[in-house]
């Protein structure tokens, strides 16, 4: 047996599906909002929404499909879930931690944020499991450097890594 399509994460939101949507579309290249739909008259003893509101957003982030549900407030985001941003340079890790803290985002430790929304990102270097991975003492220093980090820096861990113990 063999999986015929993509996992493809269901974020759920009390209203603001779209609003996300259009949000993470705005902060990630090559992204877009494929398909959006309404919740009909039938069920609203169910689902209390309103005819013609949003019920589903299906996007694209950098190819990653994604939903978007307009599901009530029942069920929130917490930490247990996030999306690792693996970057390349400073530039990037500045870029994504800015646009995913704006607008009443929460900056978090090692690397974490909370957007706007509530949802969990660890934006990170691409090469960090390369340090953490590396020798005992290497992976130890890059540790301790991240630690201390909130957004991360690079450069500092990179020095960290490198440094003669």
Wanted: proline residues 5%; aromatic residues 10%.
């Amino acid at each position: 047996m063999h999986l015929s399509h993509p996992l493809t994460p269901c974020l759920w939101f009390d209203t603001k599906a779209e609003d996300a949507a259009r949000f993470y579309c705005s902060v990630f290249p090559h992204s877009r909002i494929t398909q959006v739909t309404h919740f009909p008259d039938a069920g609203q003893e169910v689902h209390g929404k309103p005819a013609g509101s949003v019920l589903m957003v299906v996007f694209e982030l950098g190819g990653q499909r994604f939903s978007a549900l307009n599901g009530g407030p029942q069920f929130t985001f917490d930490e247990a879930v996030s999306f690792q941003v693996l970057c390349e340079s400073q530039d990037e890790i500045d870029h994504y931690w800015t646009a995913l803290t704006a607008d009443g985002g929460e900056e978090g430790p090692c690397g974490w944020l909370k957007d706007k929304f509530g949802l969990s990102w660890q934006i990170a270097p691409a090469e960090i499991g390369e340090m953490l991975s590396a020798d005992p003492e290497s992976s130890a220093r890059v540790m301790s450097a991240m630690l201390k980090m909130g957004k991360i820096d690079l450069g500092a861990l990179q020095n960290a890594f490198r440094q003669a113990g």
